[in-house]
């Protein structure tokens, strides 16, 4: 049985910083495309960021340059580092895995950004 399970989400002020993790099991891990998504109350589910299982990283545009994806493979876990957090950053972010037509999804994390 496949699990992704998120951890390390919070309440955080402006400016602050949270990260997210990710373990799996269930999977061999190190083959899949890892990916975090969000999202936020009204709004559709959207790509935050995404490691491929040889390491290259893409981000959104919105989060670029503030959020760092990055993955062990001996943990099999995946995070997201999150840097000078925003209130629009507020969402619950989901961990994805991937390969092939192979598509998991994590329960998701709460982070709310606000004073």
């Known amino acids: 049985q496949v699990q992704l399970v998120e951890s390390g989400g919070g309440l955080v002020q402006p400016g602050g910083s949270l990260r997210l993790s990710c373990a799996a099991s269930g999977i061999i891990f190190y083959r899949h495309n890892m990916a975090w998504y969000r999202q936020a109350p009204g709004k559709q589910r959207e790509l935050v960021a995404v490691i491929t299982s040889s390491g290259s990283t893409n981000y959104a545009d919105s989060v670029k340059g503030r959020f760092t994806i990055s993955r062990d493979n001996a943990k099999d876990t995946v995070y997201v580092q999150m840097n000078s957090l925003k209130p629009d950053d507020t969402a619950v972010y989901y961990c994805?895995?991937?390969?092939?037509?192979?598509?998991?999804w994590g329960q998701g994390t709460q982070v709310t950004v606000s004073s």
């Open positions: 994805n895995a991937r390969l092939t037509s192979y598509v998991y």
